[in-house]
Structure formats: C-alpha cells, structure tokens
C-alpha cells in the first residue's frame, strides 16, 4: 500500500478528488515506484482515453508490484497495439441500437440512457473507449429527447443510466432527470449502473443520498468491482451509505486475464461484496474490444474457472456468466459444459 501521507484522498469535496485524478503514466508509476515498467506503457493523448485514475484507487494498489491487479486494470500498455483477429470497434453492436437521442433501446421493457461519455476512471478493457458519446449523451438539452422518447414507448418499464458513469454528473442534474421521468406512469423501476461508489466512494455524499432515498421508484444500483482489493473500509462505507437509502446494490465485473482469473480470487470478491452488501450479478466475458486482446482468458481456462468457482461458492453468491452477443434478445449466459 502506498503511505497515505503520499495521497490527497481526504478532501472531502469528491470533484475535488475528481479533479486531481491522476493522468500522466510515468507518475501513477513513480507513486508505485514502479518506474522500470516505463518502457512497457503506451503513449495515449489525453483526450483519447488516456490514462485516468483516482488517488483513492491508486492508494489501494501495492506499491512495486508491477502485476497488482487494480494497476492492470488501468495501466496503458503497449499491447494494446496489437491488432487482433476478431476485435472490433463496436464490438457489442451499439451504434445500430441508438436512437439518436442517448437512448439505448436492445432489450425488452428496459432502456438504456448514456447519460454521459465521462468517467471517474479508464478502464483499459471497456468498449466505451471507442464510443462517439460527445454527441450521443442523453442528457444534452435538459434530457427532453430522451424523455420524449420513453414517453412514447409505453413498453418500458425499466430506465437504465449509464454512460459513461452517470454519477460523474453533479447531483442537481440527476434530479432533473429523475422528476421528468416521474411524469412517465409507465416507468416502474430505475437503475443506474456506476463504478463511482468503488473509484472515488467521496462521491456518495449527503446530496447523492438524499436524492436516491427521494425517487418515487424501486432502484437498483449495479456497482462494478473485479478485485476485492478494491474494497477498502472507505468503499464498505460508501456501500453502507448507499444501503441506507434503500436501493438494492449488486455488481458486475469484466473476467480479466492478469486482474482475476483465478478461483479464489472471484471467490474472495464475492465473499467482500457479500459483506458489504452487495450481491453479485453478472460476470461478463471479455468484450472483443479493440486494444484488449491482451486481458483475454483463454476458453478452456474460462471453462475450468467457472466450474471451479460454482464448486466453491453458494448459489448466491455465484455471478451469472454472461457474454454480450451482437443482437441477441438479453446476454448470453455462459455455463461450462460437464
Ligand atoms: C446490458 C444492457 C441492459 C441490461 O440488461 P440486463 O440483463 O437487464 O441487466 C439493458 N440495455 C442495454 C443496451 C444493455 O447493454
Ligand atoms: S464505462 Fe465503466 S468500465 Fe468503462 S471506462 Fe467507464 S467506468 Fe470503466
């Protein structure tokens, strides 16, 4: 762990520590004193999905260990040059489901809402990286496209946020949404889907709860943690925040080569989310992403650790398996074969 003297993570203002995330590779490696993996890392400009990373994640990596896995997860690399067969640019068919207005409309009952392009964190692995959000977000001209479109679709019961991570937009602007959307008798149940609670736990503040605990609806906020390293007594604290105001938490993870492909890792990271009260939700097989090649598990390896983790687990604590296949009417669970 790095010395918390080393680290500004107490402000308690998180746009504060949102603003002072760190952007440039060869400091997050002098901070580690990692700074003989320089010549591994790539050269990205900033605002093409550069490095990004909060102090408060950075404080939960091991300082020298050049295979921490919350590193891995954020660390561009030169390998994300290689051009493998098979890894595309939308790689889970999204730009044909747009409908122009930030509304993303695949699955019955259930919309989609890129509420915006930005977030707390790069994650190496994410098929947003190529996504052209600046002009797709929902939330552009007070939300009023995107609400013209669910009024309109009497079948949707469900609004999804996303992004992006829709907790990067201040408080007040989720609260417009959310009073627009309460004039829509057909929407039943809301559902926002952030990993802010987990990379910069600051952000579940008195304001963000006070708003979750007012809406008019069930909500089910869908965090995503892939380590249990990621889980510290801040993050439980923020999770116990959040519980209080009466959403259901679950999570999501990205099965990563090099991050937690291993039994007893997955294991453990149920085991602290469980504990914190977070049931898991999906585990989803790698994006065929361009520049992610590199945190591909191989398909037998994936079959022996999904029968491996469902032996050691309790059925609730075991993630469902899923891969995200272009036009397909919901995921596509994946069960390893006996
Ligand atoms: C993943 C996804 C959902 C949610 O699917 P669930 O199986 O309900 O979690 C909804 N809309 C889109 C566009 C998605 O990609
Ligand atoms: S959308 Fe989620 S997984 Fe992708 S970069 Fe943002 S925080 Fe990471």
């Not at 993570?9 to 003989?36: F, H, I, K, N, S």
């Not at 009073?179 to 929407?187: F, G, K, P, V």
């Not at 889907?193 to 069930?218: F, K, Y």
Request: hydrophobic share 40%; proline share 7%.
């Amino acid at each position: 762990m790095i010395p918390a003297s080393s680290l500004s993570t107490q402000a308690a203002d998180w746009r504060l520590q949102w603003r002072e995330a760190v952007t440039d590779p060869q400091q997050l490696l002098a901070m580690l004193g990692l700074d003989r993996l320089a010549d591994q890392v790539r050269a990205v400009p900033r605002q093409h999905f550069g490095l990004r990373v909060p102090r408060s994640f950075v404080g939960r990596m091991r300082a020298g260990d050049a295979a921490d896995p919350l590193l891995r997860q954020v660390l561009p690399l030169r390998d994300e040059l290689i051009q493998a067969p098979g890894f595309g640019l939308d790689a889970v068919g999204d730009l044909p489901s747009l409908a122009g207005t930030g509304v993303l409309h695949k699955y019955q009952g259930r919309a989609l809402l890129i509420a915006t392009g930005s977030c707390a964190i790069h994650c190496r692995y994410c098929f947003r990286q190529h996504f052209p959000y600046s002009e797709q977000t929902a939330a552009r001209d007070r939300w009023k496209p995107a609400i013209e479109q669910l009024r309109g679709d009497q079948g949707i019961s469900e609004v999804l946020l996303s992004g992006g991570d829709p907790l990067t937009l201040a408080t007040p602007r989720l609260r417009e949404l959310t009073d627009q959307l309460a004039e829509l008798a057909h929407i039943r149940r809301l559902r926002i889907h952030t990993r802010l609670p987990i990379v910069l736990p600051a952000r579940v503040d008195a304001e963000l709860c006070n708003w979750l605990g007012s809406l008019p609806w069930p909500v089910a906020m869908v965090v995503h943690s892939n380590h249990g390293n990621e889980i510290d007594d801040e993050v439980a604290a923020a999770l116990a925040r959040l519980r209080s105001t009466g959403v259901s938490l679950l999570n999501q993870s990205v099965l990563l080569k090099g991050v937690n492909d291993d039994v007893a890792t997955l294991a453990t990271l149920s085991e602290r989310l469980f504990a914190a009260g977070v049931l898991p939700y999906y585990l989803h097989l790698l994006d065929r992403v361009q520049g992610s090649s590199h945190y591909e598990v191989p398909e037998a390896r994936i079959a022996e650790l999904e029968r491996g983790l469902r032996t050691c687990l309790p059925g609730y604590l075991m993630p469902r398996w899923v891969r995200e296949v272009a036009g397909e009417p919901y995921k596509t669970p994946y069960v390893a074969s006996l």
